[in-house]
């Protein structure tokens, strides 16, 4: 009889240490990584691009991309310049469907892209050049070119892994 009392408190014990363990393991946070890169064109075309990753673990859980493309003020063919940029990015983006949106404002296109899925995306394939007020709109497709950069929900980075990844191309990440 002397024995089961003795075991009350260890038992009492290990379950209250087992409790402490799943609630920390439950109460773990997703990292967010926040990069973004600001590159300047011919007539001073900016596209501006920030990429936020949820992560976690050794995994991207999620994406939220956002590409904004900014004419200056005075840029001749104002109008059908932004509609044909507009144009490119939503016929690149298509295939995302309703995750992703082209939106014009004031002298800018927005490309909107949010993924939580198998869902690719590319970053760094947009280029921009002049011809005499005609504006020139190159996006590299192409998954495989190593001048892009490919990302899809499941790749598994570190958190490190990832900003390095991507400050060697140019980002800077938080």
């Given at each position: 009889m002397n024995t089961r009392k003795s075991m009350t408190l260890p038992i009492i014990l290990t379950f209250l240490f087992i409790c402490i363990i799943i609630y920390l393991f439950t109460s773990i946070k997703q990292t967010v990584v926040t990069c973004d890169k600001t590159t300047t064109f011919d007539s001073d075309i900016r596209l501006e691009e920030t990429v936020v990753a949820n992560m976690d673990g050794k995994k991207i859980n999620s994406l939220h991309v956002v590409k904004k493309v900014s004419l200056p003020s005075n840029y001749p063919k104002m109008e059908e310049?932004?509609?044909?940029?507009?144009?490119?990015?939503?016929?690149t983006v298509e295939y995302l469907g309703d995750k992703a949106s082209c939106t014009l404002s004031n002298h800018s296109v927005v490309t909107d892209i949010e993924v939580s899925q198998d869902e690719l995306v590319l970053l760094d394939n947009v280029?921009?050049?002049?011809?005499?007020?005609?504006?020139?709109?190159?996006?590299?497709?192409?998954?495989?070119s190593s001048e892009v950069i490919a990302l899809q929900v499941g790749d598994t980075y570190t958190n490190g892994e990832f900003m390095k990844a991507l400050k060697n191309k140019g980002y800077s990440c938080a």
């Open positions: 310049s932004l509609t044909a940029i507009k144009n490119s990015f939503h016929y280029s921009f050049e002049d011809n005499l007020g005609e504006i020139g709109i190159h996006i590299n497709t192409n998954t495989k």
